[in-house]
Nanobody, 119 residues
């Protein structure tokens, strides 16, 4: 079975930066898309950023120019560099990955990491 381990969340002041990491482990044959979602209390879970195996990326309009998604395929890890953070960025951030394991393709989710932006 595959698991995703997230790290890097925390409390930061507006204008500050955080770097989230999500590492996939287990019997992994390949990883296609990886991405980050976020969900604030009472809100829908929305895509923040995604990166394909070939390196193409997609970002939510609200984070374009401030966030950067990247991946290290050797480590099966996806990162989210978050700069110029705003209070509106406060949410639980969840890692997602499309992974081939012994059972075939499946979508995996991390447990989430809290990001709080406040002064």
């Amino acid at each position: 079975q595959v698991q995703l381990v997230e790290s890097g969340g925390g409390l930061v002041q507006p204008g500050g930066s955080l770097r989230l990491s999500c590492a996939a482990s287990g019997r992994i044959f390949s990883i296609n898309n990886m991405g980050w979602y976020r969900q604030a209390p009472g809100k829908q879970r929305d895509l923040v950023a995604a990166i394909a195996s070939g390196g193409s990326t997609n970002y939510a309009n609200s984070v374009k120019g401030r966030f950067t998604i990247s991946r290290d395929n050797a480590k099966n890890t996806v990162y989210l560099q978050m700069n110029s953070l705003k209070p509106e960025d406060t949410a639980v951030y969840l890692c997602n990955a499309d992974i081939v394991d012994y059972a075939g393709w499946a979508h995996y989710w991390g447990q989430g990491t809290q990001v709080t932006v406040s002064s």
